[in-house]
């Protein structure tokens, strides 16, 4: 008796489900209190005004307001400058 099945099946095919990540919410677009901005994996967008990062890098509204995108030069740890992308509520 064979353990597995023969002929034609196979342990392949499976695939992770999607996360789902990315803007929920763009600029010029109303947010709510609590409303999921954008999701990510690390800190591609950064936290600006009115806007929180959660323990999973999800940014999301503390006030009601307009969404905003906008950059900005920071100073990183070595010295040196680079430009980051932040998200306001206005």
Same mark, same amino acid.
């Given at each position: 008796?064979? +353990?597995?099945?023969? #002929?034609?099946?196979?342990?392949? @095919?499976? *695939?992770?489900?999607?996360?789902?990540?990315?803007?929920? /919410?763009?600029?010029?677009?109303?947010?709510?209190?609590?409303?999921?901005?954008?999701?990510?994996?690390?800190? +591609?967008?950064?936290? #600006?005004?009115?806007?929180?990062? @959660?323990? *999973?890098?999800?940014?999301?509204?503390?006030?009601?307001? /307009?969404?905003?995108?906008?950059?900005?030069?920071?100073?990183?740890?070595?010295?040196?400058?680079?430009?980051? +992308?932040?998200?306001?509520?206005?």
């Amino acid at each position: 008796m064979s +353990k597995t099945k023969g #002929g034609s099946s196979t342990k392949l @095919g499976r *695939d992770s489900e999607s996360k789902r990540l990315g803007i929920k /919410i763009h600029g010029g677009a109303k947010a709510n209190i609590g409303n999921v901005i954008i999701k990510q994996r690390g800190t +591609k967008w950064y936290a #600006g005004r009115n806007v929180r990062q @959660g323990a *999973d890098d999800t940014l999301y509204a503390t006030k009601t307001g /307009i969404v905003q995108f906008t950059e900005k030069y920071k100073t990183d740890f070595t010295g040196k400058k680079r430009k980051i +992308k932040l998200v306001n509520i206005v």
